[in-house]
């Protein structure tokens, strides 16, 4: 049973950092790509950033410079550290796998909630 739980979210003012964390089971995280994503209330979710299995990162336009997407392959785990947090960035962060090199994500986490107040 594949499981990705996310966690780290909370409540931080603008100008503040969080780091959110996922652990994931039951899939070689080592093969697999992963990236977090974003749902804002009454909007859609979008992709903030992901890592490839060996290691190369992208990002959202609007998170660029603020936010770094790494992995630890030896604890399962995929991190997602957000600096100079804006009210914009509000949402709830959702981190995927995909085990193929492009196309849609194969499992998803529950979310965890980020909210910065102004």
């Known amino acids: 049973q594949v499981q990705l739980v996310e966690s780290g979210g909370g409540l931080v003012q603008a100008g503040g950092s969080l780091r959110l964390s996922c652990a994931a089971s039951g899939i070689i995280f080592s093969a697999n790509a992963m990236g977090w994503h974003r749902q804002a209330p009454g909007k859609q979710r979008e992709l903030v950033a992901t890592i490839t299995r060996g290691g190369s990162t992208n990002y959202a336009d609007d998170v660029k410079g603020r936010f770094t997407i790494s992995r630890d392959n030896a604890k399962n785990t995929v991190y997602l550290q957000m600096n100079s947090l804006k009210p914009e960035d509000t949402a709830v962060y959702y981190c995927?796998?995909?085990?193929?090199?492009?196309?849609?994500?194969?499992?998803w986490g529950q979310g965890t909630q980020v909210t910065v107040s102004s």
């Open positions: 995927a796998s995909r085990r193929a090199l492009i196309g849609r994500f194969d499992y």
